[in-house]
């Protein structure tokens, strides 16, 4: 039974979903700093080139080849240029479900690629990794990643109260912690019905 996601890369009309790799360090610096980035995810702060290095190189790898889950740059067909990143955690190979995240860079933002880019990856892990479910978790007042989550069809399926730490900027420019809700989402094969049909895959040979 496969117990790991394999190196892939899934295009779409105008996205290829790709692994990371060390030409991504600072356009992934600059993304991970931008302020929406920050308030709604966890990213360490100030995330630096020599953190971003690291995450490529050691802590990505290492999590898909726990089996645990997958992370994929998120580029532009043409350009080539680095708009997001989509992310798989807490993988259960037995249930098989895990959970999907998606940032989008703010140079990139209002043109649809997050849920271009989570669609796609919906459809793969569906389709060739025959995963049964997909989990997302949206903060309470994270109305744009909410929107994304509608948009590729997800269902709404409760509230975990007080279960999501958000970042708010202070009067001083730091950041202060605050505790809100999580809003889950579920994605099942059944409700991709109907869908645009998201682009193939192809495996790269190899990657570190």
Partial sequence: MTSTFPNISISTERLVLRP?????????????????????TDVPQPFTEVGARTWITAYAPGERASGRGLALAVTEFLTQR????????????????????YVVAPWARGEGYASEA?????????????????????????????????????????VLRGACIARARAQDGTWNEVRTDYIVWSLLP????????PGGFTSYSDWN
């Fill in 20 to 40: 990371l790799d060390e030409d991504d360090v600072p356009a992934l610096t600059d993304m991970m700093n931008d302020e929406q980035v920050v308030a709604w």
């Fill in 82 to 101: 680095l708009v997001g990143l989509i992310r798989l955690t807490a993988t259960d190979w037995h249930v098989r479900a895990t959970q999907m995240s």
């Fill in 118 to 158: 989570a669609l796609a990856t919906a459809g793969w892990l569906f389709g060739d990794q025959k995963l049964e479910r997909i989990e997302l978790r949206t903060a309470a007042d994270n109305t744009a990643s909410q929107q994304v989550a509608q948009k590729i069809g997800c269902i709404s399926e409760g």
């Fill in 190 to 197: 059944e409700d991709l019905e109907g869908t645009a049909e």
